[in-house]
């Protein structure tokens, strides 16, 4: 084998090529990045809307994510990718994700433990403020419209498997959910209590009572109930698995 | 006798011959309907059935969003209207209980249903008459076993004159021809299997040949790329190098890509990743290395270059709002010289499905996100948000201009106008 001799000069040159060559591989392939393979990094792409680490804030429409129970968090990734529950945005996103992943989210989100901002100052009146009141912590028997405490906990902080707590949300959010239950477009496992007491509110109620449960402050170190306080008043095929 | 007679006589005549010119070339290579019923099917012809269902993605079409499976229902809009799936289950009132695999075999090969109607191509028959009896039947067979669900089809909502059997009897005339695929004798048995997948079954040219529900002549295998019904994806040309074509892919990373998708070279978004997620990631090895190996020979042609208007000078004043909003939203995972992450983000610097003219498939990457398919070899898929909620049209606009003409990349300005349009 022929080994070529450079001199001093030679060398200085081979050197320069060799030197180029390489500045040419690191510009033909930037150095591969990476990024930390965490559920948080996977799930950046929920950080826009619902804040970073799912933490949105109490103004706006779009919910926190955050701390809610696993369990009721999976069923409406379920709900969006089968249609149960309508949101273009979230339902191109779930699409075609396995019931797997689906779980492995729900978890991650509920094992967030977030402190909540202070809730914003109501510009409500203070009738309508006291009717959510009323609706909320004891509701109306006479039209057999349960207390939200009755099911949600009395500290609204919601409660496992998979009841939410009412708490720390938009009022505008809560008004488009409990719409969508009256109009059917959103809709949970059989039989189907949040959609049954919906359609007993009136649009009045629904205002007063999302109003009202958006201006009450999160109490520190909030947590869902380990089990919710059963019997429940109606009969729900979610929320309890 | 009167004069206008003859003409009249003439022009009757000439109508009546059109007509039957026309129902021929319906009628054409048509195999008479027995009354048997169905023979009993082997449990192999039925496992064999339900492997093509998946290979032919039916269930993506005959299936609502949260539906019973087959049970049809799902919209899917054309250029010409909305039509719906049907219901393919055995019920016999609205299903196809009550059909024989001759029906059904006319349906795939001819379009033609039990009733006789002219079926519209949105069903992609011209796609479905490559495939042989044997597998027509094993398909049948399948969905004679599936549970019989009762859900009444809903008529298509198609405009005038598409509506009509007249147009839909004109269209096939003129551009249908049934014909079970023939091999090219000169290619190897594998290269046939996979054109005979690609073309028949897998309908990828129903997306990627073009908008062909009433359009020109396109046969089955050609793949110049047209806009998919959903969402108004652009299924990219599968000929052409500046689009999707993967005559320079290794086999084994289209096999990757079909299969889990996500490869080295290129992964599936919108239309395509639901195509991994309910067809090609359950096709076995062999099937898939047939169509990867099919899909490298496809001829290529230069349809990026007819297609893509002269790339004027972009506006510096909206490369740098671009470069602002791109390091504030975009930079963390796509890297500050658009290098991506490995195994998590793509790079955008020589990103085809970014600097592709038409721009549809990066613009509805910014407006609505989305994950990659959750597949047996990728169950854990990495995903971008949705921009839609977060940027206005302006800043989308500006966002995509700028990662179209930096890092090397050359491809020309996106206008707000041209976000708007895909919202």
């Known amino acids: 084998m022929h080994i070529p001799h450079f001199g001093s000069g030679g060398r200085a040159a081979a050197f320069a090529v060799a030197l180029a060559c390489a500045a040419l591989a690191a510009a033909a392939q930037p150095a591969l990045r990476t990024v930390p393979d965490t559920m948080a990094q996977r799930m950046q792409a929920c950080t826009p809307c619902h804040g970073q680490q799912g933490r949105s804030s109490p103004v706006g429409y779009l919910p926190r994510i955050a701390g809610k129970p696993a369990g009721y968090l999976v069923n409406q990734l379920k709900n969006f990718r089968d249609g149960s529950r309508y949101s273009a945005a979230m339902s191109r996103l779930v699409e075609f994700m396995s019931d797997d992943y689906l779980r492995e989210i729900g978890d991650y989100f509920a094992a967030l433990d977030l402190p909540y901002p202070p809730p914003p100052v109501p510009t409500e009146r203070v009738g309508v403020l006291r009717r959510g009141e009323n609706l909320a912590t004891r509701g109306d028997p006479g039209r057999q419209v349960p207390a939200c405490t009755q099911c949600h906990g009395y500290a609204l902080t919601g409660a496992l498997p998979a009841l939410p707590g009412l708490l720390g949300l938009p009022a505008d959010y809560v008004i488009g959910q409990l719409g969508a239950w009256k109009t059917g477009s959103r809709r949970a496992a059989a039989p189907d209590c949040m959609g049954e007491i919906a359609r007993r509110l009136s649009a009045d109620d629904v205002r007063a009572v999302a109003v009202w449960l958006a201006s009450r402050p999160v109490p520190p170190g909030a947590r869902p109930a380990a089990q919710p306080d059963l019997p429940l008043p109606l009969e729900c095929g979610s929320g309890v698995r | ?423």
């Open chain 2, 1 to 423: 006798m009167k004069r206008w007679l003859p003409h009249a006589v003439l022009l009757a005549v000439c109508a009546l011959a059109v007509i039957a010119l026309l129902a021929a070339l319906n009628l054409r290579d048509e195999s008479p309907i027995g009354d048997a019923r169905p023979s009993a099917a082997s449990a192999e012809q039925v496992q064999r059935g339900a492997y093509l269902a998946r290979a032919g993605n039916c269930l993506a079409c005959h299936t609502i969003r949260g539906g019973a499976p087959y049970a049809g229902g799902r919209a899917i809009e054309t250029p010409f209207g909305t039509v719906h799936g049907s219901n393919i289950t055995p019920d016999a009132k609205t299903g196809i209980g009550s059909w024989s695999a001759d029906h059904f075999w006319r349906a795939m090969h001819n379009g033609r249903s039990k009733d006789g109607r002219l079926l519209v191509p949105a069903f992609p028959y011209p796609n479905f008459t490559l495939i042989t009896r044997e597998d027509s039947d094993a398909l049948f067979a399948y969905l004679r076993t599936l549970p019989a669900v009762e859900r009444p089809n809903r008529e298509h909502a198609l405009r005038f004159p598409y509506s009509t059997q007249a147009a839909l009897a004109v269209w096939r005339a003129l551009y249908f021809r049934p014909g079970v695929y023939e091999a090219d004798r000169a290619r190897s048995g594998e290269w046939n299997r996979g054109a005979y997948l690609v073309g028949g079954l897998g309908h990828c040219s129903a997306c990627h040949g073009g908008p062909t529900v009433f359009g020109p002549a396109r046969g089955s295998l050609e793949m110049s790329g047209g806009v998919s019904p959903i969402d108004k994806w652009y299924a990219p040309s599968l000929t052409s190098r500046a689009e999707a074509s993967v005559a320079d892919w290794e086999t084994g990373q289209i096999v990757e890509l079909l299969q889990t998708g996500v490869s080295a070279r290129g992964s599936a978004l919108g239309p395509m990743a639901e195509v991994v997620y309910r067809s090609t990631q359950f096709l076995s090895d062999a099937d898939l290395r047939a169509m990867a190996g099919f899909l490298k020979t496809l001829p290529p042609s230069s349809a990026a270059v007819q297609r893509s208007a002269p790339i004027g000078a972009v506006d510096p004043e909206i490369l740098e709002r671009g470069r602002t909003l791109y390091r504030k939203a975009c930079e963390d995972c796509h890297g500050p010289r658009g290098e991506g992450a490995r195994g998590a983000y793509p790079a955008l610097a020589g990103n085809r499905t970014v600097v592709m003219n038409p721009p549809s498939n990066v613009i509805r990457a910014v407006l609505s996100g989305g994950f990659l398919p959750a597949t047996r070899g990728n169950p854990r898929p990495w995903g971008m948000p949705p921009f839609g909620h977060v940027l206005d049209d302006a800043e989308v606009a500006a966002v995509i201009t700028f990662i179209r003409n930096e890092w090397g990349n050359s491809a020309g300005g996106v206008s707000s106008v041209e976000v708007q349009r895909m919202r």
